[in-house]
Antibody
Framework: QVHLEESGPRLVKPSETLSLTCSVS????????WSWVRQSPGNGLEWVGF???????DYNPSLNGRISMSLDTSKRQFSLRLASVTSADTATYFC?????????????WGQGALVSVSS | SFELTQPPSVSVSPGQTAAIACSGD??????VSWYQQKPGQSPVLVIY???RRPSGIPERFSASNSGNTASLTITGAQAVDEADYYC????????FGGGTTLTVL
C-alpha cells in the first residue's frame, strides 16, 4: 500500500513559481510513474506530468515549458515546480502513483493541496 | 491532441442501471481506466484496463471498451454511488475525460 502526502505553500503570487513536494510511504519508488494531477475549482481533472525513477519526465504540453519535476529516491519525495503562475493555475494539486503508461492507471492519490494564485 | 468526451451528467433512480459513456477516436484500441470522485475527496480507481475491478470495488461496477466508446455501468446504483466519474487513457500522454456527474435519486 502506498501513501502520498503533498506539502508546500498554499498561496503563490502571480508570476512567481509554485512548488510542491509529495512524500511517499510504502511501496517501491521504482515501481511507479510519480505524477501530478490538478483540478481547478469546479472543473475536471488535468494531468500535469510525471517523473520516473530513471529521471525520465513527461509533461502536459499545455503547460508551455513552465514545468519541471524531480524525484529524490533517497528521501522518497518527488517535486513539482510551475513557473510564471497566473490565476489559471489556481487548483487542487494531487500527487498520484501511475502504474505503467499505455495500460497505466493511477492506483494511489494524495489528499490534494489547494494552491491559490493571488497577490 | 487526443480528446475524451463524456456527458456532463447522468441521473438514475436508486436500483436502476447507470451507464456513463466516454468517447474518443478509436478508443477501443487503447486501455481505459475509470475514477470515482466524491466532493472534497481524491479520485478513486474503480476500473482499469477497460474492464478490470481493483480489489474492494463492488461488483455492481463494470465496464467495456469497443470502437470509439468506453462505458462504465453501475448495476443497481445506490445513493453512495453519487459522484463525479472520469475516464482516462494514454495517447502519448495521459488524457482525462471531462467528467460526468452521476445523480442517484
Amino acid at each position: 500500500q502506498v501513501h502520498l502526502e503533498e506539502s508546500g505553500p498554499r498561496l503563490v503570487k502571480p508570476s512567481e513559481t509554485l512548488s510542491l513536494t509529495c512524500s511517499v510511504s510504502g511501496g517501491s519508488v521504482t515501481s511507479y510513474y510519480w505524477s501530478w494531477v490538478r483540478q481547478s475549482p469546479g472543473n475536471g481533472l488535468e494531468w500535469v506530468g510525471f517523473v520516473f525513477h530513471t529521471g525520465a519526465t513527461d509533461y502536459n504540453p499545455s503547460l508551455n515549458g513552465r514545468i519541471s519535476m524531480s524525484l529524490d529516491t533517497s528521501k522518497r519525495q518527488f517535486s513539482l515546480r510551475l513557473a510564471s503562475v497566473t490565476s489559471a493555475d489556481t487548483a487542487t494539486y494531487f500527487c498520484a502513483a501511475l502504474t505503467g503508461t499505455t495500460s497505466g492507471k493511477f492506483d494511489y492519490w494524495g489528499q490534494g493541496a489547494l494552491v491559490s494564485v493571488s497577490s | 491532441s487526443f480528446e475524451l468526451t463524456q456527458p456532463p451528467s447522468v441521473s438514475v433512480s436508486p436500483g436502476q442501471t447507470a451507464a456513463i459513456a466516454c468517447s474518443g477516436d478509436k478508443l477501443g484500441d487503447k486501455f481505459v481506466s475509470w475514477y470515482q470522485q466524491k466532493p472534497g475527496q481524491s479520485p478513486v480507481l474503480v476500473i482499469y484496463q477497460d474492464d478490470r475491478r481493483p480489489s474492494g470495488i463492488p461488483e455492481r461496477f463494470s465496464a467495456s471498451n469497443s470502437g470509439n466508446t468506453a462505458s462504465l455501468t453501475i448495476t443497481g446504483a445506490q445513493a453512495v454511488d453519487e459522484a463525479d466519474y472520469y475516464c482516462q487513457t494514454w495517447d502519448n500522454t495521459v488524457v482525462f475525460g471531462g467528467g460526468t456527474t452521476l445523480t442517484v435519486l
